[in-house]
């Protein structure tokens, strides 16, 4: 692996990669009931059919007292992710890739830099872990296939905060899109990194679709 360079840091917002379609929005209204529970459980199940999605949109990042902003389009799909990461003005920054076999980011002057998974890239070069396994549903609004330590939900069964994984996550806003409820500010805060997901653009993809823009980040 090559030393980590001092692009780095401006490496911080993108790593998050994200993204999305915004349409009406839903603000939830925070109140966990037990009569929600059927609501949470079938607004759950129809989150379950997203098995693979695009996504655009805006992430801040804050650790150590320094503040990161940027760009991220992000493909999920059944082999892994590929995230674009841009500059507030739109120049593109690098690109990470993960798949079973590890992870690898390139950065706009080519440097490759290569590790197991997301999370120990990010460990390794910027002292901290970014959660790219957990964020791809985390994004959707639902709990991660690893046991969620707390869920908060509101009325109609939308999670308004989650705790998972050393995260708390917090859903200050949904949007309906395409017929399912999905979040569009999503805050994340560890005891080393604080993120703030803005959701623009979203679209689900069919397999070929997924196929064919896999080389289009």
């Not at 655009?56 to 150590?64: K, S």
């Not at 980011?105 to 440097?111: A, V, W």
């Not at 998972?164 to 994340?188: A, F, R, S």
């Amino acid at each position: 692996m090559q030393p980590v360079s001092s692009c780095w840091p401006h490496l911080l917002f993108c790593t998050v990669g994200l993204a999305l379609v915004g349409c009406t929005t839903i603000q939830p209204v925070i109140k966990p009931v037990a009569d929600s529970a059927a609501a949470h459980q079938e607004h759950l199940a129809s989150l379950a059919n997203i098995r693979q999605f695009r996504l655009q949109g805006r992430i801040g990042a804050q650790t150590d007292g320094k503040g990161f902003s940027g760009i991220a389009h992000w493909q999920h799909d059944s082999t892994g992710n590929n995230v674009a990461l841009f500059s507030p003005l739109g120049d593109q920054v690098a690109t990470i890739k993960t798949t079973a076999s590890g992870a690898e980011l390139i950065t706009s002057d080519g440097k490759s830099f290569n590790a197991k998974d997301a999370e120990t890239l990010t460990q390794k070069a910027l002292g901290w872990s970014l959660p790219m396994t957990g964020l791809s549903d985390w994004v959707l609004g639902r709990p991660a296939t690893s046991l969620a330590e707390y869920t908060e939900w509101d009325t109609d069964g939308r999670i308004t905060k989650l705790t998972q994984d050393g995260w708390k996550i917090e859903y200050p806003q949904y949007t309906e899109i395409d017929g399912y409820q999905l979040p569009k500010k999503v805050n994340l805060h560890s005891p080393k990194l604080n993120l703030k997901l803005v959701i623009e653009e979203w679209s689900e993809l069919t397999d070929q679709e997924a196929t064919m823009q896999k080389d289009q980040p």
